[in-house]
């Protein structure tokens, strides 16, 4: 069974600074892998997604995120946050065969400050 | 374009009282889903739903039934409420993994259902 860990349960960022969150997989094979922002009192966005081909992939609202096989990692990362960013960040992985249900990490909660 | 419907987005329980959480996708995904969000834990699976006609258990069903009354709605049943299902619940429904594709099983989220049990 695939798991995810989020290892910052909270992040403090100053705007305009760049920001990195990470994410561990576990996962027998090559896994689809998504990140997913949350807004206070909403429902999940889906940020940015990989299931194959080229590991660094781009999503929106600036975001990006790299897979590295070797590192079981899938780092969400953004070179200047805005103060909109802040948000709940959860990342989530799914098997490449079977069905599409997803196993979400904990989550990593972002705080901008001015 | 409504998406993920969800109702009812808040709602007061007593402990022993039942209530069903709705659920209607206008995507015409065949997947459907039920996730309980909690404090710490992000988002656990109670239930799934892979077409209509079929539900499967997910990682925490204890306490819940689903019925998947057609290919747009599955909804969520808490036949007798106990505190610890307070919780805010999320319907969300997928497109289909396609072999070749580029369809990825992503899920569509409604706005969630707070649900309190007093």
């Known amino acids: 069974a695939q798991s995810v860990t989020q290892p910052d349960i909270h992040i403090t960022v100053s705007e305009g600074a760049s920001l990195e969150l990470r994410c561990n997989y576990s996962y027998g094979a090559t896994p689809y892998l998504f990140w997913y922002v949350q807004s206070p009192g909403q429902g999940l966005q889906l940020l940015l997604k990989?299931?194959?081909?080229?590991?660094l992939v781009q999503g929106i609202k600036g975001f990006e995120a790299e897979f590295k096989r070797s590192q079981s990692s899938f780092n969400l990362r953004k070179p200047s946050v805005h103060w909109s960013d802040a948000a709940e960040y959860f990342c989530?992985?799914?098997?490449?065969?079977?069905?599409?249900?997803?196993?979400f990490g904990t989550g990593t909660r972002l705080t901008i400050i001015p | 374009n409504a998406g993920v419907t969800q109702t009812p987005k808040f709602q007061v329980l007593k402990t022993g009282q039942s209530m069903t959480l709705q659920c209607a996708q206008d995507?015409?995904?065949?997947?459907m889903y039920w996730y309980r969000q909690d404090p710490g834990m992000g988002l656990r699976l109670i239930y799934y739903?892979?077409?209509?006609?079929?539900?499967d258990k997910g990682e925490v069903p204890n306490g819940y039934n689903v019925s998947r009354l057609n290919k747009r709605e599955f909804s969520l049943r808490l036949e007798s409420a106990a505190p610890s299902q307070t919780s805010v619940y999320f319907c969300?429904?997928?497109?289909?993994?396609?072999?070749?594709?580029?369809?990825?099983?992503?899920?569509?989220f409604g706005e969630g259902s707070r649900l309190t049990v007093l």
């Open positions: 989530a992985v799914g098997a490449s065969f079977g069905n599409e249900k997803l196993t």
């Open positions: 995507m015409n995904h065949n997947s």
């Open positions: 739903s892979a077409s209509e006609g079929t539900t």
């Open positions: 969300a429904s997928s497109t289909p993994r396609l072999a070749g594709g580029r369809n990825t099983g992503e899920l569509f």
């Open positions: 990989y299931f194959s081909g080229d590991t």
